[in-house]
């Protein structure tokens, strides 16, 4: 069965500092992959997606997330946080062709930038 | 444009009660998924409808679950003897059409406590 991994489930940092939160997933075939956030008292929101093309992505507020597929990772980064960053998120895959497109999420990362 | 809405925003039940969901999806979207967010289970897919299609039920994690889908448009969860571990906040989305190029958007949820 298809399974997504987030290596890091509470991060604190402070303002400024750099992110990685991890992502591994498993499934052989092509994939979609996702990166939702979720501020205090909102909604899921995309932060950004692969689907095919170029392995770095960029998406809202300055986040980006490298697709390596070797590693069956998809990994997001920010080179600077903000106290304003400080939400949950989420990775999801969802498989490849013949799918319903139904998202397999990992288990989150609550991330706390303290200012 | 509108998102996707859902109500009621919170139902506290007592066991046994059946309760009902809804989800009016984003207009022009053929997809529409349900999910669960509870503290133990993360983020769990539920069912899927996509166009007159049959729905991908896979996900649903007993008989006592059910859902429709009126017209193409509006969905209903319905959750019948309700129990304990059913207290989670059930979210909808709804996409374009499925990957790739089908992102999905998510509503602020249901959040179902059963006593």
């Known amino acids: 069965a298809q399974s997504v991994s987030q290596h890091n489930h509470h991060v604190i940092l402070s303002e400024a500092a750099s992110l990685e939160l991890g992502c591994n997933y498993s499934?052989?075939?092509?994939?979609?992959l996702f990166w939702y956030v979720q501020y205090p008292g909102q909604h899921l929101q995309l932060l950004l997606k692969y689907f095919s093309g170029d392995p770095l992505v960029k998406g809202i507020k300055g986040f980006e997330a490298e697709f390596i597929k070797s590693k069956f990772s998809f990994n997001l980064r920010k080179p600077s946080v903000q106290w304003s960053d400080t939400a949950e998120y989420f990775c999801?895959?969802?498989?490849?062709?013949?799918?319903?497109?139904?998202?397999?999420f990992g288990q989150g990362t609550t991330l706390q930038v303290k200012p | 444009g509108a998102g996707v809405s859902q109500s009621p925003s919170n139902k506290v039940t007592e066991k046994g009660k059946d309760v009902e969901l809804r989800c009016d999806p984003i207009?022009?979207?053929?997809?529409l998924y349900w999910y669960r967010q509870s503290l133990g289970q993360g983020l769990e897919f539920l069912i899927y409808?996509?166009?007159?299609?049959?729905?991908?039920k896979s996900g649903l994690p007993s008989d006592r679950f059910s859902a429709e889908r009126t017209g193409g448009s509006v969905s209903t969860l319905t959750i019948q003897r309700t129990q304990q571990e059913d207290s989670a906040v059930y979210l909808c989305a709804s996409s374009r059409r499925t990957p790739p190029g089908g992102t999905q958007y998510f509503g602020p949820g249901t959040r179902l406590l059963v006593l």
């Open positions: 207009s022009g979207h053929t997809a």
């Open positions: 999801a895959v969802n498989a490849g062709s013949g799918n319903t497109g139904k998202l397999i």
């Open positions: 409808f996509q166009g007159n299609s049959a729905p991908d």
């Open positions: 499934y052989g075939g092509t994939v979609n």
